[in-house]
Nanobody, 122 residues
């Protein structure tokens, strides 16, 4: 069974870069046809898909976040990482890592981590 767990700082200052890591167990992140996504949920709002890194290492980002988002991976640790630059308080949210076995450009998933709260505040 695929398991995902997010880790990273819970508090980030405005204008800094938010960095979160997802550790995956149960399957290698290079296994076809897995897609590894980041999804977030701001307080009082719905889920927002941010982007994915595929088993092939290709990436695709939400157009609204593309200029500030980067997703990379470390296959030796079976982890993938989200970096979101120039954060503002509007980036405060619960951040989830998730997996699917098909291409998706929305907040759909087969497995998801428990989520981690990130607050942007000075």
């Amino acid at each position: 069974q695929v398991q995902l767990k997010e880790s990273g700082p819970g508090l980030v200052k405005p204008s800094q870069t938010l960095s979160l890591t997802c550790t995956v167990t149960g399957v290698s992140i290079t296994t076809s046809p897995y897609y590894w996504s980041w999804i977030r949920q701001p307080p009082g709002k719905g889920l927002e898909w941010m982007g994915y890194i595929a088993f092939s290492e290709s990436t695709y980002y939400s157009p609204s976040l593309k200029s500030r988002t980067s997703i990379s991976r470390d296959t030796s640790k079976n982890q993938f990482t989200l970096q979101l630059s120039s954060v503002t308080p509007e980036d405060t949210a619960v951040y989830y890592c998730a997996s699917t076995k098909r291409v998706t450009f929305g907040p759909q998933y087969d497995y998801r981590g428990q989520g981690t709260q990130v607050t942007v505040s000075s």
